[in-house]
């Protein structure tokens, strides 16, 4: 999927929602307790109640991982129901990889030759060789963490050195591997102010943006300091959406808060492109 059809299903659902599933099982409804695919019945009901609203979904692979194999079995039967549904809809892999070549060519075997994932998210820290297989397939991206919204992010990502910060370095060196085509970029919202000095250096980029809703990002902050010209931005939601509620009627509250999302997001991209 190309940067332009992201752009129309944006305009499309006037939204550019992306929803995390992170599924707990901890933290799913009782009334799913006694199922045998407890998991992969929560995904598909959050998915049927919130995708006329959303553009994007997020699996975070720790999530399913923890489960073992029918974690797993379950990830792999949520990517394909989402692709079923709608093959529009634009799939990351919240896996965070990133190592030695051939181990990240296995790694993206994985995502994108076994499973029907569009995206998946790496980090940069080991350089040129540790991202590329992920760019060689052809319609697939690789999502690069830039700036993240954890306090450990301090740690490294705002280190400067003569005059550059380092989340500036990783901006400005990755863009060179890859296109606007195949590479975005994770910025998180609960720091969104630093979207400007992003923008300087990304400007055509798209960016996936978490930290919206529970960890108290401002969606409006994102949109006005992220937004260019053809949107580009993928906001994430997670908790605030998939557990917004705890009752059987779950998945109907996650689709009011979607649809809440949407219709906010609609209003900026009426601002902008004035649809």
């Excluded at 659902?13 to 901890?26: A, T």
């Excluded at 989402?82 to 995502?111: C, E, P, Q, W």
Aim: hydrophobic share 40%; aromatic share 10%; charged share 25%.
């Amino acid at each position: 999927m190309h940067s332009k059809e992201i752009f129309q299903q944006i305009l499309k659902k006037k939204s550019f929602l992306c929803v995390g599933l992170d599924p707990e099982i901890s933290k799913l409804p009782p009334s799913l307790g006694g199922l045998e695919e407890p998991i992969f019945e929560f995904n598909r009901r959050i998915i049927d109640a919130t995708h006329k609203y959303t553009v994007a979904y997020k699996p975070n692979f720790a999530f399913y991982e923890s489960y073992g194999v029918r974690g797993m079995a379950a990830l792999d039967k949520t990517v394909r129901y989402i692709n079923k549904l709608d093959t529009n809809i634009f799939i990351i892999a919240d896996a965070k990889r990133g190592d030695i070549g051939n181990t990240s060519k296995m790694y993206a075997r994985a995502v994108f030759g076994e499973m029907p994932f569009d995206a998946v998210t790496v980090a940069p820290y080991m350089g040129e060789d540790s991202i590329t297989p992920f760019l060689s397939y052809p319609g697939k991206w690789a999502v690069i963490l830039a700036l993240t919204s954890n306090k450990g992010a301090d740690d490294f990502q705002y280190h400067t050195d003569k005059g550059q910060r380092l989340f500036e370095r990783v901006l400005t060196i990755t863009q060179r591997w890859g296109t606007t085509d195949n590479i975005m970029y994770v910025v998180g919202a609960t720091r969104a102010e630093m979207l400007v000095d992003i923008r300087k250096i990304v400007p055509h980029h798209f960016l996936l943006v978490p930290g919206v809703g529970a960890q108290g990002g401002s969606l409006e902050e994102v949109a006005r300091y992220g937004m260019n010209s053809h949107c580009g931005l993928l906001v994430n939601s997670s908790r605030g959406i998939i557990y917004a509620d705890s009752t059987e009627n779950f998945a109907e509250v996650a689709g009011e808060k979607a649809r809440e999302m949407q219709e906010e997001m609609a209003g900026y991209l009426a601002e902008k492109f004035k649809i």
